[in-house]
């Protein structure tokens, strides 16, 4: 499965914005799909993800803040991202796996391109 990220851009501290991830085929009931993010000189780190099962997880960091969810008839994943921080700037990038360890990159063995986020203070 291809993976093409989306959405990305500049935002003020408290804006919001969202983030798309569109598939090259089905994913649901098939993929879990996640996002996670990476900002300069740190690793990779989980975001979000939603499972094959239709089920959601976050991070401590965003829950609440970002909601994830799932078009299965566009086959595209989004990631609604509110009461942004600076410290959330960063690539994000979408993945999709099949392995019960979702929070984990390597998890996932498709990756998206990444789209960039900078929230300004």
């Known amino acids: 499965v291809q993976l093409q990220a989306s959405g990305g851009g500049l935002v003020q501290a408290g804006g919001s914005l969202r983030l798309s991830c569109a598939a090259s085929?089905?994913?649901?009931?098939?993929?879990?799909v996640g996002w996670f993010r990476q900002a300069p000189g740190k690793e990779r780190e989980f975001v979000a993800v939603v499972r094959m099962s239709g089920s959601t997880g976050y991070a401590d960091s965003v829950k609440g803040r970002f909601t994830i969810s799932r078009d299965n008839a566009k086959n595209t994943m989004y990631l609604q991202m509110n009461s942004l921080k600076p410290a959330d700037t960063a690539v994000y990038y979408c993945a999709a796996g099949r392995s019960v360890a979702v929070r984990s990159t390597s998890a996932y063995g498709y990756w998206g391109q990444g789209t960039q986020v900078t929230v300004s203070s």
């Open positions: 085929r089905r994913t649901s009931n098939i993929w879990n």
